[in-house]
């Protein structure tokens, strides 16, 4: 884990090192002063040397600005280094996150994969900075105050590094107590972030049913939960931190003791003694800075074992050297294809189909019989177990990812919105689009004229997931997506379904339009938008039931017939 983590500093490895030698000359200036005290107290001040003690002084403030200084670049420049680490992996998990397969989003929360993202990494940027800064500069000082210790009597160190075993036995006791209590503080972050993600977006629903008593009750249980590991949390930081302070305190009284002792006793000077008690004040702060440090370390360190987590799930998978899509035509040939959910629901069972270039297919039946399966598996939203799916005679898993996609428009039931503007929504279809093609689409499309009412336009803001639109207008930005993409192959899975009946013949016209010498998939429950399809396939839980055109499927009487007619 710690080797993954170190892996980040690359980037920026001369800025790092800058503040490691930035830490290592702050230690030294911290090491000089006590040893300047020393002197002053037993050379300068007993033999009334005016001259040195006025040197001394300029030395000792040359040495504070010198400090401050240091000190100003590892606060601004450590914590940059921290804060561009942080950034790093935050865009290196949402990259990753676009190549995971639809089943992720399906299995996880909205709100707990943002809390990984934003929560569990704020900690990284202290513990990138402070981490290795305070780890160095301790070490420097442990190290350096212990040989001068030594220097000024070698009885009185040891007593001092007597408690030290108790120290660090009390501190990796700590440890694993300190783990699962940030680990589970983290989880549970996540959980009242899903909470409250899931209740906030929901709250029209809530409103409409009168239920706000109900949606308060499960985010106080979610909160509560959170509130008790926090809770727990910091029991165990107080223990820690009260333990570790207790230890401090002892050094202190020992070093005051035994120090003064050794004065009375003539074995050390008064210059000594003053000397003694600073560099033990000094032994301290290291190791203070290593306490601090234990606390960063875990609380980190969680966050970043949560962010592998993510970092180790599989991508979407594609061949080692996948072909390009180009020039389609549309041919789309479904051999013997069968998927199961992940909850063992078995949605088609060895489904063979022909779709040939430039036509429209419509696909109709019962819920559940996988029609909007099938729809996700053309393009690969989904890995269908066995069979195969074919374009222009290529199987699609063999054809790059983006390619596949690329040649496909895709307008389902459920709209997506970003927050944003007209614009930048129908932009979607093509980011490079110039502002006549945007138009063009939008004129398609049948939502120009209500676009160009609006005070702003195009650049008109719309709201998270297009609040401030209706579902019809939802519907026709989307299918706007699809006329700027201007893709071989479409799929319609219920994409008329929010518009009114007016509306929708005014779009099911421009389909139509987009769809000549294109092959289209359409599903569709008003068949009424299906009509004039090529072929329509009845599609129920033992496959394909019946196919042919809409005259010929309501001759033969059977299935399509009977949802016809009610």
């Not at 005051?256 to 000077?269: C, D, H, M």
């Not at 219920?494 to 289209?520: H, Y």
Request: proline share 2%; charged share 25%; with cysteine.
């Amino acid at each position: 884990m710690l080797k993954e983590f170190v892996k980040y500093y690359k980037p920026y490895k001369k800025l790092f090192i800058l503040d490691l030698l930035a830490a290592f000359l702050f230690a030294l200036c911290n090491l000089v002063y006590p040893m300047i005290t020393r002197n002053i107290m037993d050379d300068v001040v007993p033999n009334k040397d005016l001259k040195m003690l006025l040197l001394f002084t300029i030395v000792l403030i040359g040495i504070f600005i010198f400090k401050a200084g240091l000190n100003y670049f590892m606060q601004y420049w450590g914590h940059v280094v921290g804060v561009r680490m942080q950034a790093d992996m935050r865009g290196y998990v949402f990259t990753h996150l676009q190549k995971l397969p639809n089943t992720y989003f399906d299995n996880n929360k909205t709100g707990i994969t943002m809390s990984r993202i934003i929560n569990d990494l704020m900690e990284i940027s202290e513990l990138a900075h402070h981490g290795p800064e305070d780890l160095f500069i301790s070490i420097i000082m442990l190290v350096g105050s212990f040989f001068i210790l030594l220097d000024i009597n070698v009885i009185l160190t040891i007593l001092i590094f007597v408690v030290l075993p108790f120290v660090v036995w009390f501190a990796v006791a700590q440890r694993k107590k300190m783990n699962k209590a940030f680990m589970e503080t983290r989880v549970k972050t996540g959980d009242v972030n899903a909470t409250l993600e899931n209740s906030i977006a929901g709250m029209k629903v809530t409103k409409s049913f009168c239920t706000e008593n109900e949606e308060l009750k499960k985010f106080i249980e979610s909160n509560d939960v959170f509130k008790k590991a926090r809770e727990s949390a910091y029991k165990v930081m107080a223990e820690y931190f009260s333990g570790m302070n207790l230890f401090m305190d002892i050094l202190e009284l020992i070093a005051l003791v035994a120090g003064g002792y050794f004065t009375y006793l003539g074995k050390i000077t008064i210059g000594d003694f003053a000397a003694y008690i600073l560099y033990v004040k000094m032994f301290i702060e290291p190791i203070k800075k290593l306490i601090n440090f234990t606390e960063q370390y875990q609380s980190g360190m969680t966050g970043f074992e949560r962010f592998t987590e993510i970092i180790n799930e599989e991508t979407e998978k594609e061949i080692e050297n996948p072909v390009e899509l180009k020039d389609v035509k549309g041919r789309i040939e479904i051999e013997n294809i069968s998927f199961t959910y992940e909850d063992e629901t078995r949605v088609l069972d060895g489904l063979s189909l022909s779709i040939q270039s430039g036509k429209t297919v419509a696909l109709v039946g019962p819920s559940g019989g996988g029609k909007t399966t099938l729809c996700n598996l053309i393009p690969r939203f989904y890995e269908f177990e066995k069979g195969d799916i074919k374009i222009d005679g290529k199987s699609i898993r063999d054809i790059s990812l983006k390619s596949l996609r690329k040649n496909i428009g895709v307008v389902q039931q459920d709209v997506f919105l970003f927050t944003g503007t007209i614009k930048d929504n129908i932009l979607c279809g093509k980011p490079q689009a110039t502002d006549d093609e945007v138009i063009s689409a939008a004129k398609k499309a049948r939502i120009h004229d209500f676009i160009k009412a609006l005070p702003d336009g195009y650049d008109t803001y719309i709201g998270e997931r297009g609040v401030k639109l209706s579902g019809g207008q939802k519907q026709r930005i989307s299918i706007s997506r699809i006329f700027l993409k201007n893709p071989p192959i479409i799929i319609l899975d219920e994409a008329t379904s929010a518009l009114d009946n007016v509306t929708e013949r005014e779009i099911q016209e421009s389909l139509e339009e987009l769809s000549k010498d294109r092959t289209s998939l359409v599903v569709a429950h008003r068949l009424s938008t299906i009509k004039n399809a090529d072929e329509i396939i009845v599609l129920t839980e033992n496959g394909v039931e019946e196919r042919g055109t809409h005259d010929e499927l309501i001759t033969k009487k059977g299935v399509y017939s009977t949802l016809h007619s009610k």
